[in-house]
């Protein structure tokens, strides 16, 4: 007796053309939109077009808004850039968040002990050294120890983050202002030593424009420089890697060290030129977010751009929804939820494609 074949195979695509690509994304957005709206009106009775209003007019209703909006997607494409290297050598580094903590640290650090002894120009650039360097250090220590022994770096890269906290929170003790507050406050308020300076007079622009720098010099770096090649070797084999010469211990390092020194520049930014405090929840969360981002975007520096944007979008979004309708913050969380899913599905059938049964030829009688 013939065993009755399945209904359907899942088979491997070739590339797909990039307009292809783009159109298949574009489609789930779109599906993830009317599902949204659809649960809005059976949920809440609102109209979905406005509450999709009431998002846009979050992130650009006003001037201010929209800089912010801009603001907050630079610190978020610079933490998923930071990342990217790492994960593309399949080294899954989840200590971003811990490494932006103690960039900002060090960078707090020297505003509080150093404003009022060294010139504001040297107390910047030893901000910049300090900051970049902390979060290399921390970077690199879940990377000697994978490259030495092989320990798991999820693990140790996740409980760094642990411990970057408890250092901000035992430092915000020791520099509270004033004593029993338990915050530190704006530091140097007065002075204003060792705020970063603004471009053309915006408060805005200096992290916009890192972000846009780094952006390009990550891209060139992965895939044009030979670490990059390297990078992109060791995270599709290592046995391979070592075969054509390649140090992959080295490597694993190296690329920590970078990875480690974009977030502590990351810190740098949050202490010195947008929030001129340290709290061990500067960073939002959105050391994790930088992974959803990072692997949304399978690891081009140019689509993260894209995905940070939508992220940073419904997230601003999220405030005016709850002013404007009464709805918690929660509520734009679920919609971006289920965008996200969407998102992050289709990639399934970019890479591959579902093939029916054929019917099956009458049998002779």
């Known amino acids: 007796?013939?065993?009755?074949?399945?209904?359907?195979?899942?088979?491997?695509?070739?590339?797909?053309?990039?307009y292809q690509a783009v159109g298949i994304r574009a489609v789930a957005i779109v599906l993830a939109l009317v599902l949204c709206g659809i649960l809005t009106t059976i949920t809440t009775g609102i109209d979905p077009i406005e509450v999709y209003k009431s998002i846009f007019t979050?992130?650009?209703?006003?001037?201010r808004k929209t800089w912010i909006t801009l603001q907050n997607l630079s610190i978020l494409l610079l933490i998923a850039l930071a990342l990217t290297p790492a994960f593309k050598m399949k080294f899954w580094n989840i200590g971003g968040e811990g490494q932006v903590l103690i960039g900002g640290l060090a960078a707090g650090a020297c505003m509080i002990c150093l404003g009022d002894k060294l010139p504001n120009g040297v107390l910047i650039l030893v901000m910049v050294l300090a900051s970049i360097a902390a979060g290399a250090f921390w970077g690199f220590v879940p990377a000697?120890?994978?490259?030495?022994?092989?320990?798991?770096?999820?693990?140790?890269?996740?409980?760094?983050?642990?411990?970057?906290?408890?250092?901000?929170?035992?430092?915000?003790?020791?520099?509270?202002?004033?004593?029993?507050?338990?915050?530190?406050?704006?530091i140097n308020q007065n002075s204003n030593a060792g705020w970063l300076p603004q471009i053309f007079?915006?408060?805005?622009?200096?992290?916009?424009?890192?972000?846009?720098?780094?952006?390009?010099?990550?891209?060139?770096?992965?895939?044009?420089?030979?670490?990059?090649?390297?990078?992109s070797v060791v995270g599709e084999s290592e046995n391979t890697a070592k075969y054509v010469g390649i140090k992959v211990e080295k490597v694993i390092v190296r690329t920590m060290l970078l990875s480690g020194a974009v977030c502590g520049l990351v810190g740098l930014l949050l202490v010195g030129g947008i929030n001129h405090t340290i709290t061990t929840t500067i960073a939002g969360g959105q050391g994790f977010t930088g992974v959803l981002v990072s692997w949304m975007s399978k690891?081009?520096?140019?689509?993260?751009?894209?995905?940070?944007?939508?992220?940073?979008?419904?997230?601003?979004?999220?405030?005016?929804?709850?002013?404007?309708?009464?709805?918690?913050?929660?509520y734009a969380d679920i919609l971006t939820g289920i965008i996200l899913f969407f998102i992050i599905?289709?990639?399934f059938f970019?890479?591959?494609?579902?093939?029916?049964r054929k019917k099956a030829e009458k049998e002779v009688q």
């Open 1 to 18: 007796m013939n065993k009755k074949e399945p209904f359907f195979h899942i088979v491997k695509r070739d590339a797909l053309p990039w």
């Open 58 to 63: 979050g992130a650009f209703g006003t001037e």
């Open 144 to 186: 000697f120890f994978k490259a030495k022994w092989n320990t798991n770096e999820t693990l140790s890269t996740l409980m760094m983050n642990y411990i970057a906290t408890q250092l901000v929170a035992f430092y915000t003790i020791v520099w509270e202002v004033p004593k029993g507050s338990g915050k530190i406050g704006i």
């Open 201 to 231: 007079g915006s408060k805005y622009l200096l992290s916009i424009v890192v972000a846009i720098v780094v952006t390009l010099l990550m891209y060139i770096y992965l895939n044009y420089s030979k670490q990059g090649y390297e990078i």
């Open 299 to 330: 690891f081009n520096p140019l689509t993260m751009v894209f995905s940070s944007f939508l992220i940073i979008f419904m997230d601003r979004g999220a405030g005016e929804i709850s002013t404007a309708f009464g709805l918690n913050h929660s």
């Open 345 to 347: 599905g289709c990639e």
């Open 350 to 356: 970019i890479s591959y494609r579902l093939q029916f």
